[in-house]
């Protein structure tokens, strides 16, 4: 398949531009700087010039693809406005990708959480919260999946809070990056919360399976361990990094805070027997022992 990717420069993206390549696609990359569109080349994708507020290149890269797959987001959790601003531009980006593949069984592949029920594994029928800092994002998945029901394959990829590759990455990686700043190695509540997590080398498979195989409308869970808990990760990450570990208050991760504090284990037994995927790489604890001081 030619597959147009935005994101393709992201620790996710970039695993998947190297999956598809090796695995006979071809790939022409969203690329917003000159940076990027460097490092799209080099990874052997052809870059394609613009933005997610770029609706016209957007436009022009999914008419020109046999698939999409999006995974470009603007991670600014600085501020509740910054959250909602990159929300509102991934909706209209998708809207419009999606537009352009009406009627035509394309497939677009999109990418979100795995969500959190309260007291068990969440699993792929679990509905996405639409409540929240980031539940603008689940509706924007809601509206990308309904368009199976208007001749577009969509399908959605949820992946765990944290998607990791060599140490970094994810929200595991953001405790990484308060601790070195802090000089704390801080986990909110008592720490027993639980968050999922994948090798982004495994997502960057599911991602292509899902392109290849998935029916319209369908989710899947990107899930590798199904719940590590906070306390485990921020206690690798302080004995990585030499510092203490202690419980801090929520609100340390602004507008993130509640959704740190959650326990949100998740399955992929359906994503694992459906579609053939099994994770090989590092567990996140194994892998954040890459971390160096
Ligand atoms: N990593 C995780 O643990 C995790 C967990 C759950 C969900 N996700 C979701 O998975 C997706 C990919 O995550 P990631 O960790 O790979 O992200 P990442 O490493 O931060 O990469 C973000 C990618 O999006 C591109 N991008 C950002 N804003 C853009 C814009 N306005 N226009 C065009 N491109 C833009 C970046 O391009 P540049 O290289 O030019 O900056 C980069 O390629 C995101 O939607 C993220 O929310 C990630």
Same mark, same amino acid.
């Given at each position: 398949?030619?597959?147009?990717?935005?994101?393709?420069?992201?620790?996710?993206?970039?695993?998947?531009?190297?999956?598809?390549?090796?695995?006979?696609?071809?790939?022409?990359?969203?690329?917003?700087?000159?940076?990027?569109?460097?490092?799209?080349?080099?990874?052997?994708?052809?870059?394609?010039?613009?933005?997610?507020?770029?609706?016209?290149?957007?436009?022009?890269?999914?008419?020109?693809?046999?698939? #999409?797959?999006? *995974? %470009?987001?603007?991670?600014?959790? &600085? /501020?509740?406005?910054?959250?909602? +601003?990159? =929300?509102?531009? @991934?909706?209209?980006?998708?809207?419009?990708?999606?537009?352009?593949?009406?009627?035509?069984?394309?497939?677009?592949?999109?990418?979100?959480?795995?969500?959190?029920?309260?007291?068990?594994?969440?699993?792929?029928?679990?509905?996405?919260?639409?409540?929240?800092?980031?539940?603008?994002?689940?509706?924007?998945?809601?509206? #990308?999946?309904? *368009? %199976?029901?208007?001749?577009?394959? &969509? /399908?959605?990829?949820?992946?765990? +809070?944290? =998607?990791?590759? @060599?140490?970094?990455?994810?929200?595991?990686?953001?405790?990484?990056?308060?601790?070195?700043?802090?000089?704390?190695?801080?986990?909110?509540?008592?720490?027993?919360?639980?968050?999922?997590?994948?090798?982004?080398?495994?997502?960057?498979?599911?991602?292509?399976?899902?392109?290849?195989?998935?029916?319209?409308?369908?989710?899947?869970?990107?899930?590798?361990?199904?719940?590590?808990?906070?306390?485990?990760?921020?206690?690798?990450?302080?004995?990585?990094?030499?510092?203490?570990?202690?419980?801090?208050?929520?609100?340390?991760?602004?507008?993130?805070?509640?959704?740190?504090?959650?326990?949100?284990?998740?399955?992929?037994?359906?994503?694992?027997?459906?579609?053939?995927?099994?994770?090989?790489?590092?567990?996140?604890?194994?892998?954040?022992?890459?971390?160096?001081?």
């Amino acid at each position: 398949m030619h597959v147009f990717v935005t994101g393709g420069t992201g620790l996710i993206g970039s695993a998947v531009v190297a999956e598809l390549l090796g695995n006979g696609h071809t790939v022409v990359a969203l690329a917003r700087s000159d940076a990027s569109a460097l490092a799209l080349k080099s990874a052997g994708a052809e870059p394609f010039r613009g933005d997610l507020a770029d609706l016209d290149a957007l436009r022009t890269g999914a008419a020109q693809a046999d698939g #999409v797959i999006h *995974l %470009a987001f603007g991670n600014d959790f &600085s /501020s509740p406005g910054a959250l909602a +601003r990159a =929300v509102a531009e @991934e909706s209209s980006a998708l809207a419009t990708v999606g537009e352009e593949l009406l009627n035509s069984d394309r497939p677009l592949v999109t990418v979100s959480g795995t969500p959190p029920v309260p007291g068990r594994l969440s699993t792929e029928a679990d509905p996405l919260p639409t409540d929240g800092p980031v539940g603008g994002r689940s509706r924007t998945v809601m509206a #990308v999946l309904n *368009l %199976a029901s208007r001749g577009v394959r &969509s /399908s959605a990829v949820r992946m765990p +809070r944290t =998607v990791h590759n @060599e140490g970094k990455g994810g929200f595991a990686g953001m405790l990484t990056g308060i601790a070195r700043r802090t000089r704390v190695s801080g986990y909110p509540a008592d720490g027993t919360q639980r968050w999922p997590a994948v090798h982004a080398l495994d997502a960057a498979v599911l991602f292509r399976l899902v392109l290849e195989l998935a029916p319209a409308g369908t989710c899947w869970h990107a899930v590798g361990d199904e719940g590590d808990a906070v306390r485990d990760i921020a206690a690798v990450i302080g004995r990585r990094l030499g510092l203490p570990v202690e419980t801090v208050p929520q609100d340390t991760y602004g507008p993130l805070g509640p959704i740190f504090a959650t326990d949100q284990p998740a399955s992929s037994t359906r994503t694992r027997e459906t579609l053939g995927w099994e994770p090989t790489h590092l567990s996140l604890l194994e892998d954040l022992e890459n971390i160096q001081p």
